[in-house]
């Protein structure tokens, strides 16, 4: 080691694993820009050796990074635990940091957190599967609820894998409004498919957009895009456009949207996960894992 290493420059690498580039990480962190390069840097010149490889697409971690977040996370836990220690916050009842795709927060969290004794703290953060993922990775979250799609390979190329519960496995469906052609219909061809206006959700940079379906021929007219699955559900109920939805979305649905069945050459399956970081877990978060396997009717 050339140096010391500051929490500060752990807190950076943490926040560059999940976030994926220096600038993010300063919006997390609260930091400029920057201030985040000028920790990295500190970071590598008391490592000895480089953490971080800038790349076009963003910023990962280097595998000298990688081992270092292991023990980095554990260090900034253990900061964290004694801050609480000191303030007089209790830890043994959380809190549980929990994560998940736009649609399980909204169709299948919500259940889950009323199930839950009233004195346990649980945080609910939204995001993509790989931003969750990294996320799990960084240590700032506990339990993640992920989508997967065939053909179901781990979630990242990190060891040890995420371990992982499978709550279901379904086809993916079409939502459409009461008043479209395809409403009547209990299954489409997917090449009917072509020239249908859709509403997708916004995603992350290099990530197809949640909402459009998989694989269509040519360009698909996406006009319109949209974070909130209640807006985007109302631009399909007035017969704006058309959407993809996961299986968990189903209990989200209004009468005034109908679920058609897409067939073509291979099934759109999609498959609904729980993930938690390696290791052994707290009381509270196997409460909370427990919580969610209910909710998913395991």
Same mark, same amino acid.
């Given at each position: 080691?050339?140096?010391?290493?500051?929490p500060?420059?752990?807190?950076?690498?943490?926040?560059?694993? +999940? &976030?994926?580039?220096?600038?993010?990480?300063?919006?997390?962190?609260?930091?400029?820009?920057?201030?985040?390069?000028? +920790?990295?840097?500190?970071?590598?010149?008391?490592?000895?050796?480089?953490?971080f490889?800038r790349?076009?697409?963003?910023?990962?971690?280097?595998?000298? =990074?990688s081992?270092?977040?292991?023990?980095?996370?554990?260090?900034?836990?253990?900061?964290?635990?004694a /801050?609480?220690?000191?303030?007089?916050?209790?830890?043994?009842? =959380?809190?549980?940091?929990?994560?998940?795709?736009p649609?399980?927060?909204?169709?299948?969290?919500?259940?889950?957190?009323?199930?839950?004794?009233?004195?346990? #703290?649980?945080? #609910?953060?939204?995001?993509?599967?790989?931003?969750?993922?990294?996320?799990?990775?960084?240590?700032?979250?506990?339990?993640? #609820?992920?989508?997967?799609?065939?053909?179901? &390979?781990?979630?990242?190329g990190e060891?040890?894998?995420?371990?992982?519960?499978?709550? /279901?496995?379904?086809?993916?469906?079409?939502?459409? =409004?009461?008043?479209?052609?395809?409403?009547?219909?209990?299954a489409?061809?997917?090449?009917?498919?072509?020239? +249908?206006?859709?509403?997708? =959700? &916004?995603?992350?940079?290099?990530e197809?957009?949640?909402?459009?379906?998989?694989?269509?021929?040519?360009?698909?007219?996406?006009?319109?895009?949209?974070r909130?699955?209640?807006?985007?559900? &109302?631009?399909?109920?007035?017969?704006?456009?058309?959407?993809?939805?996961?299986?968990?979305? #189903?209990?989200?649905?209004?009468?005034?949207v109908?679920?058609?069945?897409?067939?073509?050459?291979? +099934?759109?399956?999609r498959?609904?996960?729980?993930a938690?970081?390696?290791?052994?877990a707290?009381?509270?978060?196997?409460?909370?894992?427990?919580?969610?396997?209910?909710?998913?009717?395991l």
């Amino acid at each position: 080691m050339a140096g010391d290493l500051s929490p500060s420059g752990l807190r950076v690498l943490r926040e560059v694993s +999940q &976030r994926g580039s220096f600038t993010a990480a300063a919006r997390a962190l609260g930091y400029t820009q920057s201030a985040v390069s000028r +920790q990295a840097a500190a970071l590598e010149t008391a490592a000895g050796r480089p953490l971080f490889e800038r790349r076009r697409d963003g910023v990962a971690l280097t595998a000298a =990074g990688s081992t270092l977040l292991t023990r980095a996370i554990r260090i900034l836990d253990e900061l964290d635990a004694a /801050a609480a220690d000191l303030t007089g916050t209790p830890v043994t009842s =959380g809190p549980v940091r929990v994560g998940a795709f736009p649609t399980a927060v909204a169709a299948l969290l919500p259940g889950v957190l009323a199930s839950l004794p009233t004195d346990l #703290v649980v945080s #609910v953060r939204e995001g993509s599967t790989p931003t969750l993922t990294r996320a799990l990775r960084a240590g700032t979250l506990d339990l993640a #609820v992920l989508a997967q799609a065939p053909p179901f &390979r781990p979630l990242d190329g990190e060891t040890p894998a995420l371990p992982l519960i499978t709550l /279901a496995e379904r086809e993916l469906l079409l939502c459409v =409004g009461a008043g479209h052609p395809f409403a009547s219909r209990a299954a489409v061809a997917v090449e009917e498919l072509a020239g +249908q206006i859709w509403v997708a =959700g &916004r995603a992350d940079t290099g990530e197809a957009l949640p909402g459009v379906w998989p694989g269509l021929p040519g360009r698909p007219d996406v006009r319109y895009v949209v974070r909130d699955w209640w807006a985007k559900l &109302r631009l399909v109920a007035a017969g704006s456009a058309v959407t993809a939805i996961p299986p968990v979305a #189903v209990r989200l649905l209004s009468q005034d949207v109908r679920t058609v069945a897409v067939r073509g050459e291979s +099934q759109e399956l999609r498959r609904l996960v729980l993930a938690h970081r390696p290791g052994p877990a707290a009381d509270a978060v196997r409460l909370v894992a427990d919580a969610v396997r209910r909710q998913a009717g395991l």
